[in-house]
Nanobody, 112 residues
Framework: QVQLVESGGGLVQAGGSLRLSCAAS????????MGWFRQAPGKERELVAV????????YYADSVKGRFTISRDNAKNTMYLQMNSLKPEDTAVYYC?????WGQGTQVTVSS
């Protein structure tokens, strides 16, 4: 069973940057793909980005393409989401997922 813990959320002004981290334990980290989802108040959870097992292939939602970068360090059992040029509409709880597990979420708030 996989345990996932996110960190790095917070309050930032529009145009600013944040870096989220997702630390994994419980299974061989390099054996599964990982992803980030987000859920804004009153909205459904949506896919943000996905990365394959060794980081050679990534996918981004159109809304974040060119601003967010997903990466992973298999030696550290950690996945990251670098978020630049943040917009108020990026405000949401961000969740990491992989290996059939979900993190508890970390709040990102972007002020205008």
């Amino acid at each position: 069973q996989v345990q996932l813990v996110e960190s790095g959320g917070g309050l930032v002004q529009a145009g600013g940057s944040l870096r989220l981290s997702c630390a994994a334990s419980g299974r061989t980290f390099s054996s599964y793909a990982m992803g980030w989802f987000r859920q804004a108040p009153g909205k459904e959870r949506e896919l943000v980005a996905v990365i394959n097992t060794f980081g050679h292939s990534t996918y981004y939602a159109d809304s974040v393409k060119g601003r967010f970068t997903i990466s992973r360090d298999n030696a550290k059992n950690t996945m990251y989401l670098q978020m630049n040029s943040l917009k108020p509409e990026d405000t949401a709880v961000y969740y990491c997922t992989g290996g059939n597990g979900w993190g508890q979420g970390t709040q990102v708030t972007v002020s205008s």
